[in-house]
């Protein structure tokens, strides 16, 4: 059975850092691409940052370009975003997706 949990959200006050993780089980990362995306309250869900399952290449909305990392560990099924320089209007649930499937999301908060 696909599953994927992220985790790692919570309130950060603007300039800090967090790091999502996202744990996947029922398949391997080594033949899947896998991307976060964001929903603020009102907004419509956008996407934020991939990487490619084969030669790991990686994708950052012009938003996040410079702030986000994004990087998986195949050994423990696990993709990473690495957020830094956070801003109140990075505010969002954060999930990851594979295709033809969601995480549940973690909430991410930025305020001072």
Known sequence: Q????????????????????????????????IGWFRQA???EREGVSCI???DGSTYYADSVKGRFTISRDNAKNT??????????????VYYCFRTGYWGQGTQVTVSS
């Open 79 to 92: 993709v990473y975003l690495q957020m830094a320089s956070l801003k109140p209007e990075d505010t969002a």
């Open 41 to 43: 309250p009102g907004k």
């Open 2 to 33: 696909v599953q994927l949990v992220e985790s790692g959200g919570g309130l950060v006050q603007p300039g800090g850092s967090l790091r999502l993780s996202c744990a996947v089980s029922g398949f391997t990362l080594d033949y899947h691409a």
């Open 52 to 54: 490619n399952s084969s």
